[in-house]
């Protein structure tokens, strides 16, 4: 088996910006939830995909493929863990979240062994988020500074995937392109003072490059899959505050993500 250097040079842009936007763009407070995009790779119809994994959270993606080339597909996030955060220079935070979602959508393939991409797949469709954490500053672990994030986000979106099938290796590229509009965004400090909230709802759009890579052992696939989230396009939006005078502000941010994940494709006779 033969790999362009083309595969490995994409592997390592994609790398070096995710990295990059990690350690640049971040902020102390998470409003959005990451998710790393369903690549099933269909290749005939009556087939059933299932893929659990480890993205910081725990994510369950289903894809059953139809008659005439369709499919249909549905996904699950949770994160109820908690974990550490450096920011800045000597600052770290305790993260606790309880942030949940959940898609649902409509897809078709393509799949011929002779093309160099072997499965392509185009699909889209809707979703829901609820982001709820709270952080709080290492060392001092004073609850009175608990810093809280809750928001709640409808998503439309479309994606398109390409995976290149060997004997046992998996080869994956996708892009998702996802319009988010919040009705909550909220921030505050224990025991919810000092609050900001928007005014409106507003929308940001994101593009969302990936690379997948599947090892195959029998009938199931180990999977690891790295990528960025970009902010193409965020509404201003008026955030109101009980401390200070309300400023209009954009979000919008440069986030990495990845995932590792157990997968299962089970032909249905």
Not at 99 to 109: M, P
Request: glycine letters at 8%; one cysteine or more; hydrophobic letters at 40%.
């Amino acid at each position: 088996m033969r790999i362009k250097p083309s595969i490995f040079l994409i592997a390592l842009i994609i790398l070096f910006v995710a990295l990059c936007a990690k350690t640049s763009f971040s902020q102390t407070k998470d409003y959005y939830m990451l998710k790393a995009l369903p690549i099933p790779a269909h290749t005939q119809a009556k087939q059933m995909f299932t893929s659990v994994g480890y993205d910081g959270g725990i994510d369950i993606n289903l894809s059953y493929s139809l008659p005439r080339d369709m499919f249909v597909f549905a996904t699950g996030n949770i994160n109820p863990f908690s974990s550490e955060r450096k920011e800045g220079v000597g600052a770290r935070y305790k993260i606790f979240k309880n942030d949940y979602g959940a898609t649902l959508g409509l897809g078709g393939f393509r799949y011929s062994k002779y093309n160099f991409i072997s499965s392509f797949e185009y699909s889209g469709g809707i979703g829901l988020s609820k982001i709820d954490s709270y952080w709080r500053y290492v060392p001092a672990m004073l609850e009175s500074h608990d810093q809280f994030t809750n928001a709640f986000y409808q998503t439309a979106f479309v994606q398109v995937n390409g995976t290149k099938i060997f004997s046992k290796i998996h080869l994956g590229a996708a892009t998702r392109l996802a319009v988010n509009r919040y009705g909550t965004l909220e921030y505050f400090m224990r025991p919810k003072a000092y609050v900001t909230s928007n005014s409106h709802s507003f929308a940001t759009i994101a593009l969302e490059p990936a690379l997948s890579f599947s090892y195959l052992v029998a009938t199931f696939r180990a999977n690891f899959q790295l990528g960025v989230s970009i902010p193409i396009y965020t509404q201003g939006v008026t955030m109101a505050s009980t401390l200070v005078t309300s400023e209009v502000g954009s979000y919008g941010e440069f986030y990495f993500f990845w995932r590792i994940a157990i997968q299962h494709l089970k032909n249905k006779d």
